[in-house]
């Protein structure tokens, strides 16, 4: 058993939320138990003590989308990329990159964002993967890291038409039989969607295949009107909006996820509440590719289950957080937008999407909850409990201030330093696999 303690504890449970000086007691990959650190030590005194030296104890945080292909684009310069518009942006960067990625590369860029992850205390990571130059076996290889560096992660792949038939068919090939590899784990440390670009990439032909091939409980995970030039193509060839014509191919549902839904309009909403699908909000990404600001608040609002995501453009949840709380602010002029809806996004809805695909319960720290537990060197300044917690969070906390990070009851990182790997080494390696990357997209 390991207790962790010696900090102000968040548990996110209703019940027990807060202990000033608490503790979380693990057996195996479990919590057991909660308390003060007085009670549990008196309590357990064989179990081994991690001590948080006052910082704060929480549940890891969760990523609901994420994109590993892009590790390696960070300081990347293209010839000739001159974007002007959303389309210039996926096409000279994004789809250049994918189309060039070879398997190894995929390995390293999956290596360097679940150890990024670690480090900024994000426990599960939902990710989105694309790698057209090297498509079978890609999400076995991803996986293949996850389980090598003990991250909780949801895997997909990104089917599109965009690289012609036979390329589509192998991506809906790799999402199906990942799929049903996914369905015999039994350590719930790994689950399996069907992923799928955008509409606008998208066939009918190729949409039917891959309902055709994603079974009973598993969902999809889509690019939902992250661009206006979506809607319009919508539009202009099928005579509907996207979250319809999505509809009319049972795409929707409880476990699909609709990242960004940005151009959707009350009608649109009304359908995603019904079917009960998921949207997920990825602030930094949509304002670096000045796609616009999504009406999240509304959806939010509407009761749509909505998470917070970071699109690839960074791993530190907390500075999504951020960015999120201003850009609703700023963008609906009102100073009382976002307090409740952002955290409520980060802690709650995250924690509900993931629960809606992994079985053991996550984003709380409660007897039988999975023990995936960060400690953050954070001393407030001003009073702090649990129902000021997320204020704290959001003006006093970054990533780079976990110090200590449990996925699955296995310590990964204590006092910054990686525990299972040798960091140096695997970032050399990423370097090295990067370098060849860029070469072979610049020549």
């Known amino acids: 058993m390991i207790l962790i303690g010696n900090g102000r504890l968040l548990t996110r449970d209703d019940s027990n939320p807060w202990y000033e ?5 693990v057996e195996g990959t479990t919590i057991k138990k909660t308390g003060t650190t007085e009670e549990l030590k008196k309590e357990y005194p064989e179990a081994e003590f991690v001590d948080a030296k006052g910082g704060l104890i929480m549940p890891g945080f969760i990523n609901a989308h994420e994109h590993i292909y892009s590790a390696m684009a960070r300081g990347l310069s293209v010839k000739g990329y001159n974007p002007k518009g959303f389309l210039d942006i996926l096409d ?15 390995r390293k860029s999956a290596a360097a964002t679940y150890i990024d992850s670690i480090k900024n205390g994000v426990t599960t990571v939902f990710d989105h993967h694309a790698s057209f130059g090297s498509i079978e076996n890609s999400l076995f290889t991803i996986e293949e890291e996850a ?6 992660t949801c895997l997909c792949y990104e089917v599109s038409d965009r690289d012609g038939e036979e390329k589509m068919k192998a991506s809906v ?5 990942f799929i049903k590899y996914a369905a015999k784990d039994t350590t719930d440390m790994v689950k399996a969607m069907m992923g799928m670009h955008a509409q606008f990439t998208l066939s009918d032909k190729t949409l039917e295949l891959c309902r055709e091939n994603t079974p009973e409980g598993v969902g999809c995970h889509i ?6 030039e979506d809607l319009h193509d919508c539009l202009n060839k099928h005579g509907k909006r996207i979250v319809n014509r999505l509809y009319d191919f049972g795409v929707l549902g409880p476990k699909t996820i609709t990242a960004h839904c940005i151009y959707v309009n009350s009608q649109e909403m009304e359908l995603l509440k019904e079917t009960d699908t998921m949207v997920v909000h990825n602030p930094e990404s949509n304002m670096g590719n000045a796609c616009g600001c999504p009406p999240t608040m509304e959806i939010y609002n509407r009761g749509i289950l909505t998470g917070l995501g970071t699109d690839g453009y960074t791993h530190d949840m907390t500075e999504s957080m951020k960015v999120a709380n201003v850009l609703h602010k700023h963008h609906l002029c009102n100073p009382n937008a976002a307090w409740t809806e952002v955290p409520g996004m980060l802690f709650t809805g995250n924690a509900r999407i993931a629960n ?4 053991t319960p996550v984003g709380v720290l409660k007897e039988g909850a999975a023990a995936d537990i960060i400690v953050v060197d954070y001393d407030p300044l001003t009073p702090m409990d649990h129902t000021n917690a997320n204020g704290h969070i959001l003006f006093g906390v970054t990533g780079k201030m976990v110090v200590t990070t449990m996925i699955n009851g296995k310590v990964l990182m204590k006092d910054r330093e990686l525990l299972h790997i040798d960091e ?8 090295e696999e990067s370098k060849k990357l860029w070469k072979s997209i610049n020549g």
Request: proline content about 0%; hydrophobic content about 35%; aromatic content about 8%.
């Open 173 to 177: 090939k790799e999402n199906a039989e």
């Open 223 to 228: 690019h939902v009107a992250e661009g206006i």
């Open 356 to 359: 809606r695909y992994f079985d």
């Open 21 to 25: 000086n608490g503790a979380v007691l």
């Open 92 to 106: 000279g960067m994004w789809w250049t990159l994918d189309r060039h990625l070879t398997l190894e590369q995929t």
């Open 424 to 431: 140096e080494k695997e970032m050399a390696e990423c370097r």
């Open 147 to 152: 389980k090598r560096l003990g991250v909780r």
